[in-house]
């Protein structure tokens, strides 16, 4: 995601001695992800919002949500998107320009977390089928740099279109129009959560932390809804998994979603 | 994935796919073990109804110069489909997509690849779907370990490639299009047999943690068939009638 100096490889050893002896380098449980600050409506001119903290890693999503003509096979459907981008100023090595395959990467997965879940009810956004739907663009920006951008950009959009409010357009004149002052919730079905496990030697653990992350062999992030399924999945890295750990890490995420879950769902009650 | 309602019939009342295929059986599959004259290594990969050609050039300069690794090489990946290989004409210029699969088949060759002996270069693997119908980065995966093997790549093992996933409520072997289209879920594996290693994995699909574990298994089973083939092929280029061909 972002260049690894030459201190990481250092690291590594101390890391990787800590683990045989069952301690993370920060101190944390092998299946304890770190604790995530969620703060939605950050940006009240966004129709949902949130800025969420894992650790020293920063991710801020709005959500925009507008009139749109819909997809020519999915007339009868309303259009979600996601997408995720490094700011220049999260990191010394993040440079301005068209995105790089790792950042390509982490939008993709993150839009396909909450869009595998059917988090949005897309059904629910047509205006006149066929003709006119709603589109909701859930934007995210990385704001600092420590690790697992995957979780952290994944926990900011959840959050922020549990936050949204809908506008109301009626067709007048086959003109999509803004009908004043009716606002509801944008029209929701689970709550995705995505859990990010680094392997590093032959230890998994959860949510890594930037020097974890600098030093892994391979990672995988799997998304749990609210009834415990599995709903997408990417493994990246230079290394494999076994079928045991795999199995392992799908446990792991279904257990430690269960509890940024319970984050993110009382975020949004105390708003 | 999962959205689009359809009047196929996923699944008959027989246990027969909308392809006349069983629940735990792959499409044809044919691979072949060389065949371009200029590349160092190449193969060539028939899976249903994918078209795919492989072409591996290396260990060789890398350019630009900045890339280089002055502990090991370096293993690039491009995978490109050509405007013809779909339904309506693809925009030849990559894809966000192509970009994020081309990384992720680099990250499941990378186990694989033993490249700390030619330092300061690159292998180059070029990956072109000339004809697309669902599961191509699985495809694409079992033919690019052959055509590194071909190209004479140290190798610890070769990655076979199937997928796995669900339609019609019931696990299935290898999705093609309409089931990846009308199905419940799709988890495209890239494994090592000899080392029993997974070294690609993604899902986009709902599963429960039950259907989740036999999908996994489902799914390995069918890489131990591809890395047969995988292995069939390359006996046939350099082993038949003893000579080298």
Not at chain 2, 133 to 161: E, F, H, N, Y
Not at chain 2, 201 to 225: A, R, T, W
């Amino acid at each position: 995601m972002v260049q690894q100096s030459i201190i990481d490889d250092l690291k590594k050893s101390q890391i990787l001695d800590l683990l045989e002896q069952g301690k993370r380098i920060d101190g944390r449980a092998f299946d304890e992800p770190r604790k995530a600050t969620v703060e939605v409506n950050a940006i009240p001119k966004a129709n949902g919002s949130a800025r969420v903290r894992l650790g020293d890693t920063e991710a801020l999503c709005g959500v925009k949500i507008q009139p749109d003509r819909p997809f020519p096979d999915m007339g009868d459907k309303g259009i979600f998107i996601c997408t995720a981008e490094l700011l220049p100023l999260s990191h010394p090595s993040v440079e301005t320009g068209p995105p790089n395959p790792d950042v390509i990467e982490l939008a993709r997965v993150v839009d396909r977390g909450i869009r595998e879940s059917h988090m949005v009810d897309v059904a629910e956004l047509v205006i006149e089928k066929d003709k006119s739907v709603v589109g909701v663009f859930a934007d995210i920006v990385v704001v600092d740099y420590d690790g697992n951008l995957f979780d952290a950009c994944s926990y900011a959009a959840t959050a922020a279109l549990l936050n949204s409010k809908m506008p109301k357009w009626e067709m007048k004149d086959d003109i999509p129009t803004l009908v004043e002052g009716e606002e509801s919730d944008l029209p929701t079905t689970t709550i995705p959560v995505s859990i990010t496990m680094a392997k590093i030697g032959n230890h998994i653990v959860v949510d890594p932390n930037s020097d974890e992350w600098a030093c892994m062999d391979s990672r995988v992030t799997i998304t749990t809804d609210s009834l415990g399924n599995i709903v997408a999945m990417q493994k990246g890295g230079n290394d494999g998994f076994t079928v045991e750990e795999i199995i392992k890490c799908g446990e792991l995420s279904i257990k430690a979603g269960a509890q940024i879950r319970e984050t993110l769902k009382n975020a949004i009650k105390s708003d | 994935m999962g959205g689009r309602e359809s009047t196929l019939v996923l699944l008959d009342e027989n246990g027969i796919r909308c392809d006349g295929r069983k629940i735990d059986e792959p499409r044809r599959i044919m691979i072949k073990a060389g065949g371009l004259k200029n590349a160092d290594g190449s193969a060539y990969i028939e899976f249903g109804d994918n078209k795919i050609l492989v072409g591996v050039f290396g260990p060789r300069d890398v350019h630009p110069k900045h890339m280089s690794n002055t502990d090991t090489g370096i293993l690039r990946v491009r995978y490109h489909m050509e405007p013809f290989s779909v339904g309506e004409r693809k925009n030849p210029a990559p894809s966000r997509r192509e970009i994020e699969i081309s990384k992720v088949i680099k990250e499941a060759l990378m186990p694989a690849v033993i490249l700390d002996k030619f330092p300061r270069t690159a292998v180059d693997v070029f990956i072109e779907v000339l004809q697309a119908d669902g599961g191509t980065r699985c495809a694409a995966l079992s033919a690019a370990s052959v055509a590194l093997a071909d190209a004479g790549i140290p190798m610890r093992d070769l990655v076979a490639a199937c997928a796995a996933g669900k339609a019609a409520d019931t696990i299935i072997l290898d999705v093609n299009n309409e089931e990846d289209q009308a199905g419940q879920a799709d988890m495209p594996i890239g494994y090592m047999p000899s080392l029993e290693k997974i070294t690609l994995l993604q899902l986009d699909g709902v599963l429960s943690p039950e259907e989740f574990k036999k999908c996994v298994n489902v799914g390995v089973d069918g890489c131990k068939i591809v890395y047969d083939l995988q292995k069939k092929a390359l006996n046939e280029k350099y082993f038949q009638n003893g000579r080298d061909q």
